[in-house]
């Protein structure tokens, strides 16, 4: 899930596209930066089955990498679960602060009338 914080989805072409006037932009994760991610948060290239790349042709100067994103929902369902009990939490926080400022505003209330 830490994983996550560090990517940033962005939108681009695929340079193997030969038609570059009719070229459909794609939105995604740049894989090397998920490559970069996964280290610095101490994954390896085996510890996530959503990278992909050419490590015999890498050694060539040929770089052949790819992304399955399938591989990202049940991280990013991780995450919407984690962002949901955190919120949740504030929230249960903040309907007792209000329900005690309510029972001090009624107290004041009727020590004024």
């Known amino acids: ?3 996550l914080d560090l990517l940033e989805p962005t939108s681009y072409h695929f340079k193997s596209e030969a038609d570059k006037e009719n070229r459909k932009r794609n939105v995604g994760y ?7 991610a996964m280290a610095k948060v101490g994954l390896e290239d085996t510890d996530f089955g959503g990278l992909s790349y050419d490590k015999e ?12 994103y ?4 049940p991280i990013l369902h991780a995450k ?10 504030k929230i249960e926080e903040y309907d007792a602060k209000i329900a005690e400022l309510n029972e001090k505003l009624a ?7």
């Open 70 to 73: 399938s591989q990202f929902i």
């Open 57 to 68: 042709g890498e050694s060539k100067g040929e770089y052949t990498y790819g992304l399955a």
């Open 80 to 89: 919407i679960k984690q962002v949901e009990e955190k919120y949740n939490a």
């Open 30 to 36: 740049i894989a090397q930066r998920v490559q970069d």
């Open 1 to 3: 899930v830490a994983m």
């Open 107 to 113: 107290a004041l209330t009727v020590k004024n009338i």
